[in-house]
């Protein structure tokens, strides 16, 4: 299984929104609502945003939302904000019991 | 609290073997299923391997499969990840992970520091 593909930066102004998408292919994302985006600040534990493609888990912000369509995932963050500069990475249920990592995105706020 | 700590990890030869582990802490160990997420040096997130909670089924990404194999001791809390015929491209942190029981999907809720696997001659 190759990695999900995922552009390799994205960036925004402070209040903008932005959407990072993650593309693979029948044999993960679109065959499989088990689609889940981490934050990663380097030097930190990444942090769970969405999982089962739209779900935020509990007391996460609502300004991360997830969709997914086809063989397309997406992250949109809204109302972006400084904190929000980290890398992000989307992550699939695969074919053969077994889980891919998109190859990731560092965000940028300007 | 939840801990999970690694360990085993240094400087191995291409072609050698390694066997890390992660202690785990502050939760019924044998209730959850585990997982092994790498990164190398500058790169991403890498889904290693899974076991579920008895240990009696596991599963490996393409790139470690026949090379490492993953098990746990439920008496002892303890997490193991086996790696031989190491290569350069192994190189990474690696990292034990725990999903909540239940869940669907990678739902990682707790992270250990992870221990860092060096292949190299």
């Known amino acids: 299984q190759s990695a999900l593909t995922q552009p390799a930066s994205v960036s925004g102004s402070p209040g903008q929104s932005i959407t990072i998408s993650c593309t693979g292919s029948?044999?993960?994302?679109?065959?499989?609502?088990?689609v889940s985006w981490y934050q990663h600040h380097p030097g930190k534990a990444p942090k769970l945003l969405i999982y089962?493609?739209?779900k935020r888990p509990s007391g996460l912000s609502n300004r991360f939302s997830g969709s997914k369509s086809g063989n397309t995932a997406s992250l949109t963050i809204s109302g972006l904000q400084a904190e929000d500069e980290a890398d992000y990475y989307c992550?699939?249920?695969?074919?053969?019991?077994?889980?891919?990592f998109g190859t990731g995105t560092k965000v940028t706020v300007l | 609290e939840v801990q999970l700590v690694e360990s085993g990890g240094g400087l191995v030869q291409p072609g050698g073997s390694l066997r890390i582990s992660c202690a785990a802490s502050?939760?019924?160990?044998?209730?959850?299923?585990m997982h092994w997420v790498r990164q190398g040096p500058g790169k991403g997130l890498v889904w290693v391997s899974r076991?579920?909670?008895?240990?009696?089924?596991?599963s490996y990404a393409d790139s470690v499969k026949g090379r490492f194999t993953t098990s746990r001791d439920t008496a002892k809390n303890v997490l193991y990840l086996q790696m031989n015929s190491l290569r350069a491209e192994d190189t990474a942190v690696y990292y034990c992970?725990?999903?909540?029981?239940?869940?669907?999907?990678?739902?990682?809720?707790?992270w250990g520091q992870g221990t860092l696997v060096t292949v190299s001659s």
């Open positions: 992550c699939s249920y695969a074919t053969g019991s077994i889980y891919v």
């Open positions: 076991i579920n909670s008895d240990g009696s089924t596991s």
């Open positions: 502050g939760f019924t160990f044998s209730s959850y299923w």
């Open positions: 089962e493609a739209i």
């Open positions: 029948s044999s993960n994302i679109g065959g499989s609502y088990l």
């Open positions: 992970v725990r999903v909540p029981i239940g869940a669907s999907g990678l739902v990682i809720d707790h």
